[in-house]
């Protein structure tokens, strides 16, 4: 089955690090558009990063210069490095593939990993 | 960057027909995504490059965009569509390609 799996969330003190991983089946990830898509609690879902087939990436402003989204061709896991994390960091991460077959629509979501940040 | 706009909330009778506008600026242009989310549950892509339906998407679901407003249609409305619905643009000139609408609560009534 076709299927992503996030994993790392937990809960740290604001200034402190995270690294989130998204496990892939059934698909590469090197070969497909990999996202990071949060939402903070009750809130609407904000795009956090892209990485692309050819390993261009992008982020949101509010991450811009802390997150850092990665793969690893050889475990087909994508990454999400997150430093000087805030209370506004808060959410639930989802990792999704776009999928250049349905015009990069976000075919495959995970169940999300939560991130709390607290004092 | 991009800005898609979306109405925060609407409610529909059973049967009915629920229409969805996500604006943005010369929104024909781009693509457009759209995403339905339920409860504690992560969301699922229900149109695709604004009017194409994905294997296992009801035909009550459709799509369509013209100038500045793309749109999702749900004719003869179920219960089970009580969701949120997110809109999506990717927009690959700039910076940050990926951009969703604040979503639309449909209330089924």
């Known amino acids: 089955e076709v299927q992503v799996v996030e994993s790392g969330g937990g809960l740290v003190q604001p200034g402190e690090s995270l690294r989130l991983s998204c496990a892939a089946s059934e698909f590469t990830v090197s070969s497909s558009y990999m996202n990071w898509v949060r939402q903070a609690p009750g809130k609407g879902l904000e795009w956090v990063s892209v990485?692309?087939?050819?390993?261009?990436?992008f982020y949101a402003d509010s991450v811009k210069g802390r997150f850092t989204i990665s793969r690893d061709n050889s475990k087909n896991t994508l990454y999400l490095q997150m430093n000087s994390l805030r209370v506004e960091d808060t959410a639930l991460y989802y990792c999704a593939r776009a999928n250049n077959v349905v015009a990069l629509g976000m075919d495959v979501w995970g169940h999300g990993t939560t991130v709390t940040v607290s004092s | 960057s991009y800005v898609v706009t979306q109405t925060p909330s609407m409610s529909v009778a059973p049967g009915k027909t629920a229409t969805f506008a996500c604006g943005g600026n010369d929104i024909v242009t781009r693509t457009v995504h759209w995403y339905q989310q339920k409860p504690a549950q992560a969301p699922v892509l229900v149109i695709f490059d604004a009017t194409d339906r994905p294997s296992g998407i009801p035909e009550r679901f459709s799509g369509s965009k013209s100038g500045n407003t793309a749109t999702l249609t749900i004719s003869r409305v179920e219960v089970v569509d009580e969701a949120v619905y997110f809109c999506q643009v990717w927009d690959s000139s700039g910076n940050h390609p990926v951009v969703f609408g604040g979503g639309t609560k449909l209330t089924v009534l």
């Open positions: 990485i692309y087939r050819n390993g261009k990436t």
